[in-house]
């Protein structure tokens, strides 16, 4: 028998991601991959995974997944949500919270509900999705139909293959949860078109709050406020490549912060480009929350792109044992503060300037 | 034949970061070809000497992106060494392949051609043959998986894109603006006049690399009638029309640049 986890209802937009496609801008495909890849790779280590396996990206509302394997491993990061086993007979179960793995069986079903501290969560089944990948990764782009499942996101009625028909018994694990919080600034490094702009649209950028706009989306944050001024050599560049993170402002002024499913190339200027490390902050953040940028030279954000890997690298030295028994005792979980219990200030290379 | 002309001083390439992971090596900021043969060049170059922490790079009309990973390489290193290898740059018109792309101008596919013809004060038949007469320049891939940036179009072909861009452009779409040409590798929207349609698939997921044409690549287009089209779109449907690139000495067979 097949095993695969049932798509009974799809989540609001739940993607197969992984670290992304590499290796084929030159041909105009995007890279693609997790909008928070430290919290995808935080789930495939709690899953018993590689971290940079592709793992499910659920944005704002989960799914409810049927298990029809014998058994299959599961951890969740990212943002808070209730996370439900429920029973064969259709009876409450266990509750999980996010950052710990679990093991389910044949006929039980997986209920994930609306997230809340950030916008994404990553579900990682130990062994991986059987799927191919495409162009080397597992990725979605569902702009061009690229990659994942079928590459779309997932739809009612659909059976994900699972590469492993059962998961082996043992201890399960857990993780402190992450610090999701946004930084008060997200840093940027001006360039490499800062010379479009005025010095009072630059300080426009820089002193300003903005919003971020619904019309956002895995390409790019859209972002609303006041308009940045372009200088005398105005908003049409011969189009040059595009960078993660690239701020690109079209004629009508507003900032666009160019995402995972961005476009290789583009023909607006970019007036700053958001720091490595501070990518991951961005992809959690939700239509309607505010955003302000302070600008760093690119030696700071080497240092912080060298923190957030070391942080990374050092995820699985954090994991524990999973002590705590799973109980139906709902309301004492949820009275638990899960996330901001366990903030490690010293590993948050956003406490910079 | 390879055209080989050594750098202007005036035309040194600048570095410009694009935040900590991507650094724009900038030829100058024109569409040229002989900038475009520099870009072409320097990513060729690139390959050969594979840097530890180069992810990937991307030739545009004018600028080299190279994308990278600043823990294991940080851009002060990047740029030594760069350095060496922006010495003695040729802009060399012999590393690309010459490309022969049957294309239907039949006012039934090329939609825009009347219209083009009416703007450009031309007739139909003389926009056919300016058109199908170019050698044009792969400049760039980009905008969608497999498109290709075409110059080399005579300035009357300077349109600007269309008022009202379509929702629809179909796959196999020729189309031009601004001088240039593009192909639609998939059906997409677009704004661009669309002159004729290609049956030849530019994109394949099944081939490797799964794009049929690259920067620096030379391309023709050759008139065929409808019935042609037809019968080539059907092989290309059975999955039988790949192209391959003329024979010509210093031609780059289709190499992978990753």
Not at chain 1, 136 to 153: D, H, N, P, V, Y
Request: charged residues 20%; glycine residues 10%.
């Amino acid at each position: 028998m097949t095993a695969a986890l049932r798509v009974i209802a799809p989540g609001l937009m739940t993607t197969l991601q992984d670290l992304g496609r590499r290796g084929y801008q030159h041909l105009g495909v995007p890279v693609s991959g997790a909008l928070d890849p430290v919290c995808l790779q935080a789930a495939n280590l709690l899953a018993g995974n590689a971290p940079g396996m592709g793992a499910l990206e659920i944005a704002y509302q989960g799914p409810t997944l049927a298990i029809e394997a014998d058994s299959v491993r599961i951890a969740a990061a990212g943002g808070q949500a209730a996370i439900d086993i429920i029973g064969p007979d259709g009876g409450a179960g266990q509750r999980l919270a996010p950052f710990e793995s679990a093991r389910l069986t044949r006929g039980q079903t997986l209920r994930i509900g609306a997230l809340s501290g950030s916008a994404i969560l990553y579900l990682a089944v130990e062994g991986g999705f059987a799927v191919a990948p495409v162009m080397g990764s597992q990725s979605t782009l569902t702009r061009g139909g690229i990659g994942g499942f079928e590459g779309r996101a997932l739809q009612a009625g659909d059976m994900l293959p699972l590469r492993q028909a059962a998961a082996p018994e043992r201890e399960e694990v857990m993780l402190p949860a992450l610090d999701l919080r946004p930084p008060a600034r997200v840093r940027v490094v001006l360039g490499p078109q800062d010379d479009h702009f005025t010095q009072a649209g630059l300080a426009t950028l820089l002193a300003s709050p903005y919003t971020i706009s619904r019309a956002s989306d895995r390409m790019g944050m859209r972002l609303e406020g006041p308009t940045l001024e372009h200088s005398a050599k105005g908003y049409n560049i011969v189009s040059d490549g595009i960078a993660p993170g690239s701020v690109q402002v079209p004629g009508n002024g507003l900032p666009i912060v160019l995402l995972a499913d961005r476009q290789t190339t583009g023909g607006y200027p970019k007036v700053a480009t958001v720091i490595s490390a501070d990518l991951p902050a961005l992809g959690r953040m939700t239509p309607g929350a505010k955003i302000a940028f302070a600008a760093v030279d690119i030696e700071t954000a080497e240092a912080a792109a060298r923190a957030l890997a070391l942080e990374i690298a050092d995820l699985p030295s954090r994991m524990a044992p999973a002590a705590r028994k799973h109980s139906i005792d709902v309301d004492k979980l949820l009275g638990e503060n899960l996330i901001s219990g366990a903030v490690d200030a010293r590993a948050d290379p956003r406490s910079e300037p | 034949m390879a055209i080989v002309e050594p750098v202007p001083a005036a035309d040194q390439p600048c570095f410009l970061a694009s935040g900590d992971t991507a650094l724009i090596v900038e030829f100058g900021d024109r569409v040229d070809q002989r900038l475009s043969g520099l870009v072409v060049a320097l990513a060729h170059r690139l390959e050969q000497a594979a840097i530890p922490g180069v992810v990937e790079m991307v030739p545009t009309f004018r600028s080299l992106m190279v994308h990278y990973d600043p823990v294991k390489l940080p851009q002060a290193e990047l740029k030594r060494r760069l350095a060496p290898l922006l010495e003695g740059l040729e802009a060399t018109g012999g590393i690309g392949r010459r490309w022969r792309i049957p294309a239907c101008y039949h006012e039934s596919l090329g939609v825009d051609l009347i219209e083009v013809a009416e703007r450009m004060k031309l007739s139909p038949t003389e926009v056919i043959e300016r058109h199908s007469a170019t050698t044009f320049h792969v400049y760039m891939m980009g905008f969608l998986p497999g498109l290709p940036y075409l110059g080399g179009l005579p300035p009357e072909f300077g349109l600007p894109r269309r008022e009202n861009p379509r929702i629809r452009v179909p796959k196999g779409a020729v189309a031009v603006a601004m001088s240039m040409t593009v192909i639609y590798p998939l059906e997409s929207p677009g704004g661009w006049h669309i002159l004729a349609r290609t049956p030849v698939p530019l994109w394949d997921m099944g081939a490797d690399p799964p794009a049929l044409l690259d920067a620096g690549d030379k391309v023709m287009f050759e008139p065929i009638p409808l019935s042609r089209y037809e019968a080539m779109l059907a092989e290309a449907a059975a999955g039988r029309l790949r192209l391959l690139p003329e024979e010509s000495p210093g031609s780059r067979s289709g190499s992978k640049r990753a």
